[in-house]
């Protein structure tokens, strides 16, 4: 019987314990299980996962993967929502999107939130409803935003930069998407009207899968980047956020509680609709694939409802 040697022996171990793509699925049996998505060779896009190891426990608690391994039917978002206490995101983040927008380098992070009814699965479509669609002469301006997500594990509060990441479970991809006919041209300039805008219901889809900071050490060194229809849209890197992953959480931190579960949008790069001359602005069965290095994709197509 063939051995392996015992430093190939020991990585596969470690690799075992500490690879963790967490994702929550419904199996072939109909059951809905949370797992660590198992890696089909050549990809580290959790979206094409087939299988993962079941895990046992809390993924925001104490958890354990064990070795029971079963088939992926559906990917679901990789928490549900009722879990999600808060989604905070983050506006202007990245230089080139604000000087494509014609906006001012913010010198503070620029918040604001979604309810978690906006979340959504990685492949579920996002439904457009009448008051989103074009109508007498106001015109749906449908756009995409491709974002880094941020997972907390933790209750945090009053932190430090430093003490960011030990309050993180890891990382995923969202689709902030937005309207910018009720945003910007319903938005009582010269403010926008962020809720109206990217609020709705399935506005937010997120995953496929959460990468702990187990595998993901460094979150400001990751590709990032949008699909529409198979053309590629956006197409950057987590390294030109103004604002990093660290002082993010400790910023919204500030006076206020993150607790377990809660997820931080952490703003868009370059290449949107809303900063072309003539945008083609996303409409009924267009398909949107965001993407998120060593991570994966959420790919769905716009529903009007």
Known sequence: MRTLPLFSLIASLTFFVNA?????F???????????????????DAAKSTRARVIDGDILGDFK???????????LAPLPSERVRTVRC???????????????????????????????????????????QTQGDFVSKMDYETELVIVIKKRAFNIS????????????????????????????QPQPQYSMGKGADGWAPWGPAIVSTNVIGDPQTLGIWTKVNGVT???????????????????FSMGTTLLPGDVIFTGTPSGVNLGKANPVWLTDGDVVEVGLENVGTCTNALKYV
Do not use: C
């Not at 890891?170 to 998407?177: E, L, N, Q, R």
């Open 20 to 24: 963790q793509r967490f994702v929550r």
């Open 26 to 44: 419904i199996s072939t049996d109909n059951r809905e299980y949370y797992g660590d998505a198992i890696l089909p060779a050549g990809t580290t």
């Open 65 to 75: 993967i064990t070795d029971r391994v079963k088939a992926i039917k559906k990917l």
């Open 90 to 132: 983050v506006g202007l983040n990245y230089v080139a999107h604000i000087n494509e927008t014609g906006q001012v380098i913010p010198k503070w992070p620029i918040l604001f939130y979604k309810p978690f009814t906006a979340l959504n699965s990685p492949s579920d479509p996002i439904p457009i409803s009448a008051g989103y």
């Open 161 to 188: 930069d430093d003490e960011a990441l030990d309050h993180v479970l890891g990382y995923t991809v969202g689709h902030d998407v937005s309207h910018r006919g009720w945003q910007i041209d319903r938005g009582g």
């Open 233 to 251: 849209m956006q197409n950057s890197s987590t390294a030109n956020m103004i604002f990093g992953v660290k002082h993010l959480v400790s910023f």
